[in-house]
Every structure is written in structure tokens, then in C-alpha cells.
């Protein structure tokens, strides 16, 4: 009886809580339990729980079974459209989680996923017709133990990936061409946009700012 009372009385706290604090507490309480079920699924550590040795096929079929059952759940539990503000550029490592880097499952973020952050014209262009259709902030980001900066070291790897070497070598040259846009270099100047650039620690996803003028 006395759990049961201890029990009523944290759920009665909590539905207070929203009543009183409403949003910050909402956000607050969806980001710990959303973090629960991270961990839940991040500690099994089998893609496929059927096979031990997958094939592609295997893996393309286990794929599709789990986009099914997470559909049909956003079939039931729709989820809120809302415009995104913030552009996020990030490596394709699978480390980085930009809902953990953000802190935030909503959906006001673009992000553009490519090996080493790289932009090509066209990541330029998005990134242009983004900030065209209202994002304000966009966010350049590289991380620690990024495997094509280190391709881009290793004169072995850069003859093997010459694309790839080259564009991360070219990184910096791509985003002063974003910068200098003149739909961006207005919005800027307006106060309407802000450019920003951060490293991202893959040992626990936390930001750290960057200066334009750090190599």
C-alpha cells in the first residue's frame, strides 16, 4: 500500500509539474525518456537477433522489418510537422546523433550528412534555398577521429580516394564560397542569420565552438 502511495504521489508531482512549468518540464521529461530507449537498444549489440553471420540480404530484410514497425507506430502516434531554423552540416560517421547533438527530437533542424562534412556546389545550394525558406542558424561541424581527415593525411589513402582527400583538404575553401553568397552575406548583415562552426567530440557528442580563423 505505502508504494503505491509513494508511487501516486511522484505521478501527481509530475502532472503538477507540467501543469506549473509546462513546456521546459514537457521537453525536459520527453528528452529522459527518449534517452531510455536509446540505451534500451543500444546495448544489444546484434543488428539481425536471428542470425549470427548476416549476409546483405539479411541485413536489407531486418531493415525493412524494423522501418515497419516504426512506421506503423508513427502511423498511430503521428508526429508534429513544424518548420525547420536550424541547418546542421555533419560527417556520415554513425558515432554522431544530431538528435543527441541537439538535445532535441523536434522537428526544426535540416541536416546534411556527408563524409568528412564535406559541401559540394550543391550542399552550397540547399543550404542557400534553406536559409531562403527561414532557417536562421546554420551549423558547420567536423569531429574527433573523422576517418577521412585521416585519409586525407595518408598519401596511401589519398591516392586510393582522391575525390574524398581532395574535397576534405578543400573544406574551408567550400564554406568561405557559402559565406560569401549573397543572399547569405545579406542575411548576415541584417542580423537574420548567424554562420556558426563547432567540433564534435564522438566520445560523447558534446560541441565545441569554433572560431572561423582556427585552421
Known sequence: MRRWLISGTLVLAVLLGIVWWGGP????????????????????????????????????????????????????????????????????????????????????????????????????????????NGVKVVVFTTHTDCAAEKAAQDPAQRAKYPQLTRAVSERRIRLQEFLVRPLIQERIRQGELLVKLMDLDTRNERAIPRDFSQP
Open 25 to 132: 518540464l514537457e521537453f525536459i521529461l520527453g528528452g529522459a525518456l527518449i534517452n531510455a530507449g536509446y540505451r534500451l537498444q543500444d546495448r544489444l549489440p546484434s543488428y539481425d537477433f536471428n542470425h549470427a553471420e548476416l549476409t546483405a540480404t539479411q541485413v536489407w530484410n531486418e531493415f525493412l522489418r524494423q522501418n515497419r514497425m516504426a512506421s506503423s507506430v508513427r502511423t498511430l502516434f503521428p508526429r508534429s510537422s513544424r518548420h525547420p531554423v536550424v541547418a546542421m552540416v555533419t560527417c556520415m560517421d554513425g558515432r554522431l546523433d544530431t538528435n543527441e547533438i541537439a538535445g532535441d527530437t523536434r522537428r526544426y533542424y535540416y541536416i546534411i550528412r556527408t563524409a568528412g562534412s564535406v559541401l559540394a556546389e550543391k550542399e552550397e545550394e540547399m543550404l542557400e534555398l534553406a536559409v531562403e
